[in-house]
């Protein structure tokens, strides 16, 4: 096959490409440009996009001996993965835009163009496992390195982008990957693993933010009501955050409070106890499906925020929406992030939770938002 | 795909082939030890060496051999003109803070430019151009009359990179010199091209640089009268005239010789003979896609533009998606914009000549140079169509994407 390697700089997507070629495909290097300015993007070790990530891709494609360019995607990026975070945030939604990138970026703006361009697909250094299935359909399951397993931020590809994917690194541990690059003489073999968003520079999300939307102020109030202190931004907090809330006083049984609830309009922020956190039903929007569109109630797991824990529960599938029933109960689930559907390893689709249900505790009432009856 | 006998090389202008004499000289030269600015036999071998070079250049340029000051390349000279007339001229006299030059100029030129209106106060005057490219020598001589007093240099390349547009230096010249002015000109692109006679032009600085000539790259010159004096950028050994210190590199010095030699000897020829290729690589560009667009000026000679390049619109395309399909089959060209950071930007010559950016980003720059064929240009030519017609597909994808509308209708 004739196949585009998205290579961002890092160890993975290096070995991903290395590995193509092995395979026999013919392979061209492409790195992403994904900020108008980037110098304004994070540099050096701490994640992608920068100067000198692109010089980093490139010595590896020279490695490898594999024609190598740079595809302009700023303006797609800015569009639907920037702008999609701000809104987001100021709808008091908590996103995720890796996840977003691969929806609308990588494995669409990318993989569109270079099937134009006459190729047969994308290569990409994501840790998940593609399968043939005996239907023909290609499924997705969790990578063999559970710890490094990236399918929840691939759980919005389609049945026709996974048909045009390769994920050369979903049967091999992270450590495997790191000792290859070092035996392919890869220079990028012990750069550290990228984490938190591209494209805020200093890891900084709130302030970030604050930059972009200006102050807004709001309160931060307790279950009653009662106002605990003034803050500058509602984007500033997600559900479920504990650090950096500053209110001063503890609460009067002295437990640590949490972020149970946002609303954008007001910017009112509800703290509470942890288990007013704990989510028993949620429903969720704009599903996505990895093969065939289930109907009826599906069995299955759900994972609910990257790197969580998997929960089982029923879900029920809708027409563009889906209701879940967990099992057993999460905490501090954020509208806005996915919910990824797993058949055992295997992928079956995601939506975007749009509301929760608290858990019924005993001696508290249930409040909040709850998903509407079927 | 990877089956191509040869490189179709079609960039001459970012550089071009040694000449073979060049390589010859530079060998031999690169065996020898002696710093030329030693006393002893190997140093005055050295010098001497670098002398008759100077002399060479100066003759085939239509200069004085003083007036040759060697230095890294187009850059360095260009950046030794404009920020050392600007700072020596100040000097000089403080009302002396204006520097006038075009919306077209080279980086190399601009980015001093703008470098010295961030950092050193001053304030710059840019001339608008033309659809063809060409300087609106009107604007520039209001811009220089409105206060002559405080014009520190003025600047102007000769032709193009991009487009390879001639741009009317005799004209500058004379608006300049009316009010003691000097002038430079960015003349890298048209050496070995064009006639170029710096005695003659009037001029009072001239960039050139080996590599686009047949010579190595890491050595050109600032040709610059005698008489001016502009602040060094290098400070040092004072070796040439004190403009510019370094240990001469003698090996280049003499390959550079060569080459000035070479090119301008033969610039005649060449330029008959490319100018032909150039007349079947457009003529060819229309009949396969026909609603491509020839940028700049269509009238050949050296009034107009430089023989060597093509400057094609492709209405709808991405210029990097019809390099990378054309770079698959071995055949390579430019996208004649600047890469920032490795990010495509649309060309602000293009912008200058007021083309959007749809226009800017769906441009290829075509350059013909020493060792060119008639094969090279069919080459591309039979490679076009099919380009043409994925990048189009491409860029069409793109351009529905997500409601973003980017390519040209």
Known sequence: MRVIAAMSGGVDSAVAAARAVDAGHDVTGVHLALSRNPKSYRSGARGCCSIEDAGDARRAADVLGIPFYIWDMSDEFADEVVDDFVAEYTAGRTPNPCLRCNEKIKFAAVLDRALALGFDGVVTGHYAQLRRAEDDTVEMHRAVDHGKDQSYVLGVLTQDQLAHSLFPLGDSDKTDVRAEAERRGLQVAHKPDSHDICFVADGDNAGWLREK?????????????????????????????????????????????????????????????????????????????????????????????????????????????????????????????????????????????????????????????????? | MNDFRHTVYLDHAATTPMVPEAIAVMTEELARTGNASSLHGSGRTARRTVEEARELIAERLGGRPSEVVFCSGGTEANNLAIKGLFWARRESDPRRDRIVFSAVEHHALLDPVTWLATHEGARVDTTPVNREGRIVVDALRAAVESDPDSVAAVTTMWANNEMGTVQPIADVVAIAREHGIPVHSDAVQAAGYLPLDFGASGLDAMTVTAHKLGGPVGIGALVIARELQPTPLLHGGGQERDLRSGTIGVPLIAAFAKAVEVSVDRQAETAGRIEALRARMVEGIRRVVPDAIVNGDPEPGPEHRLPNIVHVTFPGCEGDAMLMLLDAQGIECSTGSACDAGVPQPSHVLLAMGYDDAAARGSLRFSLGHTSTEADVDALIAALPAVHERALAATQVRSTFGGTVRSAS
Do not use: M
């Open chain 1, 213 to 374: 939307l200006g102050p807004k102020p709001g309160t931060i109030v307790d279950e009653e009501g009662a106002t605990l202190r003034e803050h500058d931004g509602a984007y500033a907090f997600t559900i479920g955050q504990r650090r950096g809330l500053h209110l001063g006083v503890p609460a009067d049984d002295g437990k640590p409070r949490f972020v149970l609830d946002i609303e954008p309009t007001s910017g009112t922020v509800t703290v509470g106890p942890r288990e007013h956190l704990r989510v028993d039903a949620l429903a969720g929007v704009k599903p996505l499906w990895a093969g065939r569109v289930p109907n009826g109630r599906l069995d299955c797991t759900v994972q609910l925020r990257a790197h969580g824990d998997e929960h089982a529960g029923f879900v029920d599938v809708g027409d563009g929406e889906i209701h879940v029933e967990l099992r057993d109960p999460a905490y501090g689930i954020a509208p806005g992030q996915a919910c990824v559907i797993y058949d055992g390893t295997r992928v079956v689709g995601s939506a975007t939770i749009a509301e929760t249900r608290r858990a019924a505790v005993p001696s508290t009432a249930a409040r909040g938002p709850a998903p509407p009856p079927e």
